[in-house]
């Protein structure tokens, strides 16, 4: 009876890893690898998630437009784009062919409060669109953190009208006073206190570099990046 009671536990841990993961759209098929990959913007660094490598996913720029196609779940970002206090961090996010990398929806989004980007003790906050109307807020601190348990609908979200379909989202996030707040398509879909994003475990601080990201198996373009003040 143990050995069964043993490999029932096994089974429920493995499926809950299933849900956390399909939650970020994390491994839940395989990630492929980009042909001729890598960082092509001066200036720019990226961080893949878990054993992913930078160098299997890609990020160029054409004049003010950045074109991503992942790989692995990658977090980009300049070091020289910092912000602090009361900001807004917006940038509009493009899948020009909705899901054409993967057979369902994956997200993509801005990056704020990143200290220690690129090392072991990393931490920071996004908030991701999904192209079916739906988006999540989650973090690294350096392990992941949940601040939304799972995708949440809003009708504020764009919905493409099917795969390979064009989608846009315009995203934003910002920090205000004691809230920071997540909005899309010009709708606040999100308010989360301050005192429960910051702490062990958690953001070092909501001050810190900004960016953005995408999920593993996904291309899009982003334009517009811009942190502006109060």
């Avoid at 900001?87 to 994956?106: G, Q, R, S, W």
């Avoid at 704020?112 to 996004?126: A, K, P």
Wanted: overall charge neutral.
């Amino acid at each position: 009876m143990r050995s069964v009671h043993v490999s029932t536990l096994a089974v429920a841990a493995l499926a809950l890893a299933s849900q956390v993961a399909a939650a970020q759209g994390g491994m839940d098929e395989t990630t492929r690898k980009v042909e001729g990959g890598g960082i092509k913007v001066p200036g720019w660094m990226g961080k893949a998630d878990g054993s992913g490598k930078v160098e299997e996913a890609k990020l160029t720029k054409e004049g003010n437009v950045f074109h991503v196609m992942t790989g692995p779940a990658v977090t980009y970002w300049n070091p020289a784009n910092k912000a602090s206090g009361d900001y807004t961090v917006k940038a509009t996010f493009t899948e020009a062919k909705y899901m054409n990398l993967n057979d369902h929806p994956h997200p993509y989004g801005i990056v704020i409060g990143g200290n220690d980007l690129g090392t072991d003790t990393q931490s920071l906050l996004y908030c991701e669109a999904y192209g079916n109307g739906t988006f999540i807020v989650r973090g690294f601190g350096p392990a992941p953190f949940g601040v939304q348990r799972r995708p949440e609908a809003n009708e504020a979200i764009h919905k493409a009208a099917g795969k390979d379909q064009p989608v846009t989202q315009d995203i934003a996030m910002s920090v205000k006073g004691d809230k920071v707040t997540c909005s899309i398509n010009g709708t606040v879909v999100g308010t989360y206190d301050k005192s429960a994003l910051v702490g062990p475990g958690k953001l070092k601080s909501t001050d810190g570099v900004y960016g953005f990201r995408f999920a593993h198996n996904t291309e899009g373009t982003v334009t517009g990046l811009t942190m502006t003040k109060p």
